[in-house]
Structure formats: structure tokens, C-alpha cells
């Protein structure tokens, strides 16, 4: 039973057309992660929300945004894509809680034309 | 500031032979460790983690890590390598709030007959 679901999971779009990644969870879980992973890289934390708190990375672009509706979903908005942007975006949930395990969705690679 | 790394960034092993990928983590107060599993074009899965108590923790597919704070690593190993084990391998540690996690770099692992 899938847990943590992202759609679609491939996105092409063209450069500077805004485009939005969408995550939702079934684990009722308090915290929602967006990573970005480019090729043969770690996952890259962009921000994360703790209910409707939201946490940017220090080193996150303005560039991304994100939005969390509700308990169980979250998008991730890229206003203006550039090529540098094509990557792998992963969505994760976790309680929240150290030591708890962060469970993953499949992730939506983005092309960007 | 935690980090991650993680020594070799390609292992190579024949199927049926000894898997050993190599983390080692930096961290001012006791840390809670992960390895994740990631196959191509997939989110990352748990293979397991060290939280508090036994040192040597066992995962899914028979995967186990020993936590050594002496060494301050945190190695995976599988006795007996299968080619379904082909895939990229992430070391990672809890950081702060909100379980937000520092992955290392990653360790490709290709099995070979």
C-alpha cells in the first residue's frame, strides 16, 4: 500500500514555465520534506513543513516554493525553471521525531526543455 | 554541524561474495544513523537504523550495520551479495528538530555473476 505518493511522476516543462510537483501522504504524519537530487548526487534538503510551519533551507533559491493545504498534502512550486533545475524531487514524511524513520515516495524527475 | 561520508564511491562484488560499504559520521552528541537503499528511478527505502541500545542493528534483505562510537562509523554489510542488491546506497544521520537528515554522498554497489 503506498504511503507517500508523488504525481506525476515525470514532469517535462519548458524554461521559466512554472510548474508544480505534488505530494500526499497517508501516514498522517506531522512533518512533509522536498529534497532535490540531481544525477548520482544526495538527496538535497529544500524545506520542510512541521504541520503548517514552514522551515526553508538556508540555501534554498527563491526560486522554489511550497505549499501544504493539509495534513496530507504538499506541492512543491518551481516558479520559473531554468536547466540547472532538471532534477529528481523526492517527498518525505516523518513524525518528526529523532531517530524516527523518514519514509519516501517514489519522486517525480523533472525535465526541463 | 553533523556530516556523512561515505569512503568509495563505486563498490564492485561478485554475486555470493561479502558486501561492506563504509560510512563514518561526525557528530557532537549521540547521533541516530540510517542507510537508505535507492534503485534507479525510485525514492530511497530504509534498510535500517541505530537509535539508542544494541550496536548491531539488522535490516531488511539481509543487511546489518554495527554502530562503533569509538570509530565513529556506522558500516553496512551483507554476507553473501545477490544481484537484486545492485543499487545506490545512502549513509545518513538526524540532525536537529524535526528529524531532518544529512545524507553522505552515496556508494553505488554493482554485483556481478
Known sequence: DAMVIQNPRYQVTQFGKPVTLSCSQTLN????????????????????????????????????????????FCFLDIRSPGLGDAAMYLCATSTGQGGETQYFGPGTRLLVL | AQSVTQLGSHVSVSEGALVLLRCN?????????????????????????????ATLVKGINGFEAEFKKSETSFHLTKPSAHMSDAAE???????????????GAGTRLAVHP
Not at chain 1, 548526487?41 to 516554493?65: M, V
Not at chain 2, 546506497?89 to 544529512?102: P, Q
Open chain 1, 29 to 72: 504524519h506531522n512533518v512533509m520534506y522536498w529534497y532535490q537530487q540531481k544525477s548520482s548526487q544526495a538527496p538535497k534538503l529544500l524545506f520542510h513543513y512541521y504541520d503548517k510551519d514552514f522551515n526553508n533551507e538556508a540555501d534554498t533559491p527563491d526560486n522554489f516554493q511550497s505549499r501544504r493545504p493539509n495534513t496530507s
Open chain 2, 89 to 103: 546506497y545512502f549513509c545518513a544521520v538526524s540532525e536537529g528538530g524535526y528529524n531532518k537528515l544529512i545524507f
Open chain 2, 25 to 53: 559520521y561526525s557528530s557532537s552528541v549521540p547521533p541516530y544513523l540510517f542507510w537508505y537503499v535507492q534503485y534507479p528511478n525510485q525514492g530511497l527505502q530504509l534498510l535500517l537504523k541505530y537509535t539508542t541500545g
